[in-house]
């Protein structure tokens, strides 16, 4: 089995951890201390933040096993070496400690600096999931981004979603039903055939309504401009 | 068994009918025509647009039955008539024909123009489903606004962000996983908790490259700039 080591203590390497036991030799490795490292490791995954992956790699350097980071956001060239291979293992999924995952459904999108190191990092990650893409460093953030708007930004909306339902007392968990309905409808149809709502409709009394509802809440007014003028925009009027 | 009309033609009414279908008497009537409507249906549901409700009502005014709209943004006083009961039976969802919904989970909001009728409708609804809830036109109205929040932009962060990778030759389907995970945390823990990314962790350095990335899609970018600075001001910055 490949020795892989997985530097850092998150959320990120511990699912990494969990994906790879039994399918590979691995072991986790404090990145403070960095206490543990093996010698003979032929892989070591910086699962730390991005901020800390320059430094941590650069301690790192004179390993002769391929140094390999996971962020979505970070070049490949931030990890800087004299020699020795760098690449990038990307998982497109968000990672909490107590959620049990199948990470058999997780993309991998995977950077080498050479064709050899990419071939060994797709090896590597298709041992957890059948979803493995190459991806250099532009498309990679590009992804990434689109993950901030289809998660973090949908999550915020839910959350302001949640504050003003408690502001009136009423609950936001009897949101739940149609939050999963709209998220399992965008994985059977388009996101833009999907569409439902004022917004799309152009139902300028509703939206007006709305806005005057929030009269109060200018941020939230803002945001519910905002994206109702996009939609609008985006979906021509049925006439 | 109780004899409802279900006058409309449109998702509601079609899934209205499939959920009442075995539990109730129901019939299904064209709103253009109101042919079959039967004299002595107990209740006469309107699920029609927002902006039909009040002539389609008008027309079926000396009906003997209760009338209900289904609308969420609509008053109950939409619904004109002499003498007669009036109400409201809001089904908290989103709509596709093509779809079997576990009718079962989704939230009723009743409202009636007395406590009988409301009772009444209440009892209906709970052939359905046992998630039930008295709702006025004013709290009926602010959880039709979060859903707009919580499903129909959503939805379209989803649409923009589906665009933004087409653009790139990057394929949307790569983020269903995770969607699906975001939308599943959000029922274990509350979003405000679940918030993670770029603004959450004041990134500026990751915002200001997703900035200067969608310089060539101004809507994009504004939509980005404002709900990062919604989330940073809704999360304090850790130090």
Redesign the interface.
Known sequence: MTKIDIIGRGNVAFHLENALRGKADVAMVNPRTLEGVREDAELLILAVS?AAIPSVAARLANHKGIIAHTSG?TDLRAIHRESGSTGVFYP???F?KD?V??YS???FFIEGDTPATTEFLTAIASLISP?V?P?DSI?R???H?????????????????????SE?G?D????????????A????????A???????RH?QV?IR??LE??KDSP?LR???A??SE??G??HPEIK
Chains 1, 2 share one sequence.
């Open positions: 991005d956001t497109l999924q968000t909490s959620v995952l199948n459904e997780i993309p979803k893409r991806a498309q953030r590009k992804l981004l689109a993950s901030v708007l289809s998660c973090n930004f949908v999550n915020h909306l839910w959350t302001l979603a949640d504050r003003y339902l009136a009423l936001f968990a009897d949101l739940f039903p149609l939050i999963r309905e709209t998220a409808k965008v994985e059977r149809t388009s996101p833009f999907a569409q439902t709502g004022p917004a799309r139902d509703t309504h709305h509802m929030l941020e803002n945001i519910y905002t994206l996009s939609i925009r985006t």
